[in-house]
């Protein structure tokens, strides 16, 4: 159970809970707070979220925030947007008197940072529904604050503090995360942290004048976003309007006038902006224009803006108010660049269409179109093919996210819709090229080899619906999945019609070379971490026992469980797939087996390795054979030093760990991912083996040698 504690928070005791929350009579401003309080503690909740998918540059995660009801009839909390995310999320608020109700997110804007959850009220039985008016125009400097919400966690903190700056640039949270623009903010020195996004910033009427969004790590400062587009945005959702966003997806930002003369702006043109606004301080300049929008090659970084739609004193309230009345239609713009006055005419887009409100998931991995945001982090144009999680698929082409997908199969992917069309069109097995970039390095375009993967993971498009605040998914399946659309059958595999030339090794002798056939190397990869596993891809050697039915031994740190991709690597040229048929549960070894029919020319490069009826004693000499990563062969003759037992720590979290062991000592071994050693008479007699392993190092696997009667 949650710590309670005492706050004076000016709740009435009438709520049902355990803590008293009554407050007691004063004079004076002390008074009109509490009472103030009492009334708006009750409209604030604790808002526990879930984010299921990754999205955005957001991982899935699990967080605490504050929200607080202002529309109690309709059950409509306001909170950051940051809170209510762009993915899709599982959330639900608790009461002051810990009652709960879920949440369902009914608004994100697309820029600034707040959105709306909705709940039923009729599911709230105990608590007294309250709501908090919002109050834009009340926001001044010196204004007395209080910052009510789940600071830290603590469900209830009330933060005090004093408006010191309306014009404060939007806080930046980092390179690739979400940042607000085109806005200032408010600050005041409140000591705010994480938990209380979302928190009204109410007056001592028992007013939101702003609404808490973010502070420093290392000061006392808050920063919290104006209420004015909010308002807007609150009435339309009332009134059951779409709400109209527009974008010329340009940034601007606020700068001083002694910069703005720098920049060009000449004398007679200030005089006349500050005669005409006393109080401005500044004028906006251009700071980025988005590749591929409205503005580009119409505006430049360093543009001062004189006038917009024919009006001089543009603010960012003036402007977003303009471009959100007037979607598809155009704004003239007039800039002052160098010495030189320029007048453009500028179409202002839909902003909603360039938001993101479908994600595809193929493999284990979301992709969905770039973001406004993440197009401005990264200066590219909006609606590429943005990787939001690598997953299993992408993962296994060693693909890291973000990075955006520029084409599959020799096909361009400039949106998502291209992307989800040809993937769709492969069926499962099907391997192909890939190529892409990463966000950090985007002038170098990257290739890799993806294999469809429909076994696993489901392809779905799934897509949000702001009217029931879930987002639904529609399956793509493409082609008919069917049992024999395993991994083993690729599609766009042929049958060899030659044999790959045989490994060898200089001066090595016969047996040592006819060895060399039973040698191959196994992949394995892990679509779900289960069993307590250490990775989901392991590499290792496998030896052929049996080269007719395609059965091949390899040690359990290679392939830890039955749930997983296996690929076989013969003579360093052909691979093949597998499928798991035996795991033992004591000794570190399992057998994978391959379709041999599969092979063609290549199966008569395979032979089955001959297993000596005699194990090898101390003092006795073998060759040994084995392969390094690269393929390299690497034997030498090795004389047996000592018959160990082997043991080995428990591993946290538990897993599979080998026991009742013996293994063997040489006096001499080269380093390489596996081999075999083999008698006078080629037979093998012990095998170097991978064990898993722990230790405080984080060394996860050992090797060593066991002899061929375990």
Not at 326 to 354: F, M, P
Not at 488 to 507: D, K, Q, Y
Not at 576 to 596: C, E, G, L, M, R
Request: charged share 20%; aromatic share 8%; with cysteine.
């Amino acid at each position: 159970m949650d710590d309670q504690q005492d706050v004076k928070s000016g709740c009435s005791a009438s709520t049902a809970s355990s803590v008293d929350y009554s407050v007691e009579a004063s004079t004076g401003e002390s008074k009109r707070w509490l009472q103030s309080l009492e009334k708006c503690i009750r409209a604030i909740v604790s808002v526990r979220l879930l984010s299921v998918r990754a999205f955005d540059g957001n991982g899935a995660s699990f967080s605490v925030a504050t929200g607080f009801v202002v529309d109690k009839k309709r059950g409509l909390i306001l909170t950051n947007r940051h809170v209510v995310t762009p993915g899709p999320v599982v959330a639900d608020a608790i009461f002051l008197n810990k009652e709960e109700v879920d949440l369902v997110p009914v608004y994100r804007d697309p820029v600034h940072d707040f959105g709306f959850f909705r709940f039923d009220p009729s599911k709230v039985k105990f608590a007294e529904l309250h709501e908090i008016p919002l109050r834009p125009d009340a926001a001044k400097v010196g204004a007395e604050i209080r910052v009510v919400g789940n600071d830290a966690g603590e469900k209830l903190s009330i933060l005090p503090g004093i408006l010191a700056k309306l014009d404060r640039d939007a806080p930046s949270y980092g390179l690739s995360s979400y940042n607000d623009f085109n806005t200032f903010y408010f600050a005041a020195a409140s000591s705010t942290s994480g938990g209380s996004s979302g928190s009204p910033v109410l007056n001592i009427d028992g007013c939101a004048i702003a609404l808490n969004a973010g502070g420093a790590k290392k000061a006392a400062s808050s920063f919290y976003l104006p209420l004015n587009r909010v308002v807007r945005v609150l009435e339309l959702i009332q009134q059951g309007q779409q709400v109209s966003r527009g974008t010329i997806q340009t940034i601007f930002r606020h700068t001083a006038f002694d910069e703005v003369r720098r920049l060009g702006l000449s004398g007679e043109t200030e005089a006349l902006v500050r005669q005409q606004f006393p109080q401005e301080t500044g004028m906006l300049v251009v700071d980025q224009v988005i590749q591929g929008g409205p503005a580009h090659d119409q505006l430049c970084t360093g543009d001062v803006l004189i006038k917009f739609a024919g009006k001089y004193g543009a603010t960012f309230l003036t402007i977003e108010e303009f471009l959100d009345s007037r979607v598809a239609d155009t704004v003239e713009v007039q800039i002052q660049r160098g010495d030189d006055q320029y007048t453009v005419t500028l179409c202002v887009q839909n902003l909603h269409l360039i938001t993101p409100d479908k994600y595809l998931e193929i493999g284990g991995g979301i992709v969905h179109a770039l973001s406004y945001h993440q197009a401005r982090n990264a200066s590219l144009p909006v609606g590429g093919v943005y990787l939001a999680q690598a997953g299993y698929m992408f993962m296994k082409a060693h693909l890291a996210q973000p990075c955006i997908i520029t084409s599959v199969a020799g096909q361009p992917t400039p949106t998502l819709d291209d992307f989800v069309r040809v993937m769709a069109s492969l069926p499962n097995g099907f391997r192909t090229v890939l190529r892409y970039f990463m966000i950090c390095d985007r002038h170098r375009v990257r290739t890799a080899f993806i294999m469809m993967d429909r076994l696993w993971f489901p392809m779905q498009l799934c897509t949000r619906n702001d009217q029931d605040g879930l987002w639904h998914a529609e399956s793509h399946v493409g082609d008919t999945l069917t049992g024999d659309d395993a991994p083993r059958h690729l599609a766009n595999t042929e049958h060899p019609t030659f044999a790959p030339a045989p490994l060898s090794f200089p001066g090595g002798n016969a047996l040592g070379k006819k060895t060399l056939r039973s040698l191959v190397m196994v992949s394995f990869d892990i679509p779900y971490m289960i069993d307590g596993i250490s990775s989901s891809s392991y590499h290792g050697m496998g030896v052929v026992v049996d080269a007719d039915q395609g059965f091949v031994l390899v040690d359990q740190n290679t392939v830890p469980i039955a749930l997983g991709d296996v690929l076989i690597t013969i003579a360093a040229t052909f691979e093949v797939p597998a499928k798991v048929v035996f795991v033992h549960p004591i000794h570190n070894y399992s057998i994978v087996q391959y379709d041999p029919k599969s092979l063609g020319a290549v199966a008569s490069h395979i032979e089955s390795v001959v297993l000596a009826e005699k194990v090898l004693e101390v003092g006795e000499t073998a060759d040994y054979v084995g392969l390094s990563s690269n393929w390299t062969v690497v034997t030498m003759r090795s004389v047996v030093t000592k018959l160990d037992r082997l043991a080995l720590r428990d591993f946290q979290p538990p897993r599979y760990k080998a026991c009742n062991v013996e293994v063997l000592h040489f006096d001499r071994i080269t380093k390489s991912v596996g081999g075999v050693f083999i008698n006078d008479a080629g037979a093998v007699n012990a095998l170097w083996l991978s064990f898993s392993y722990q230790d405080n190092a984080g060394r996860k696997g050992l090797t060593r040698v066991a002899p061929i009667d375990f």
